[in-house]
């Protein structure tokens, strides 16, 4: 009997945190929308309630998905649970102190004390939590390893979210591909290669030369001096 109070009393916890969540959460997915960092289509206010609606609408579905999922698997969730969060409190209290080393001019509308050793504290305080649950528990090294594994799969969707609305993240992302197709070339299109086109193309001086799909422009070089 005791055991069912519990679990009674454990599912009332998680009905509350979700109510919570559900209410606090849409601001959030509100704000990534809107700095283009999550699906725009949410970013939405409601004409007549002035609330994030479809972000409200789309965090109560993942919600209620996740609590079927948790049903009889509390501990489970927990174990999940605690490492990300653990792990997303670090880098926001990260990203607090890049903001103010990169951004000091902005304007704070409130003073917090230790604003700069503060959240090295705080962190150090999450890593020895860290510690101390990936020593009590048990299989703690899987349950890391597929948190992260989670968590990776969101970066794929922040890249292409990334360069589709920034010109720069573009740009950024070609220069990298560019360079890592010239230490590569070697592999792909070797010396004995290009010597053998130019050999096939035979006597190319003065011609007019098409040559589609260059990639970096090691063998367009090599063509123009035959041209020229």
């Given at each position: 009997r005791g055991e069912d109070i519990f679990r009674l009393l454990v599912y009332l916890a998680i009905i509350g945190s979700v109510a919570d969540w559900v209410v606090s959460a849409p601001r959030l997915i509100l704000s990534m929308?809107?700095?283009r960092l999550f699906i725009p289509h949410l970013n939405k206010i409601h004409p007549k309630y002035n609330t994030p609606s479809r972000a409200i609408i789309f965090q109560t579905i993942v919600s209620i998905v996740f609590v079927f999922i948790g049903v009889g698997k509390y501990f489970t969730l927990v174990?999940?649970?605690?490492?990300i969060l653990l792990s997303l409190y670090c880098v926001v209290l990260l990203s607090l102190v890049v903001l103010r080393?990169?951004?000091p001019n902005i304007k704070r509308y409130y003073k917090a004390p230790f604003g700069k050793i503060g959240p090295f504290i705080v962190i150090l305080f999450f890593v020895s939590l860290f510690l101390t649950w990936y020593l009590l528990t048990k299989n703690a090294a899987h349950i890391v390893s597929l948190v992260f594994s989670l968590l990776l799969l969101g970066i794929p969707i922040y890249l292409l979210l990334e360069m589709y609305y920034n010109p720069r993240a573009v740009r950024k992302a070609n220069n990298f591909l560019a360079y890592l197709a010239l230490l590569t070339?070697?592999?792909?299109?070797?010396?004995?290669?290009?010597?053998?086109?130019?050999?096939l193309l035979g006597d190319i001086k003065n011609k007019k030369i098409l040559e589609f799909g260059c990639s970096v422009g090691t063998l367009t070089l090599l063509l123009a001096?035959?041209?020229?």
């Open positions: 929308a809107s700095d174990n999940l649970l605690i490492p080393i990169k951004k070339e070697g592999i792909s299109l070797p010396k004995k290669v290009r010597k053998n086109i130019l050999y001096k035959n041209v020229y």
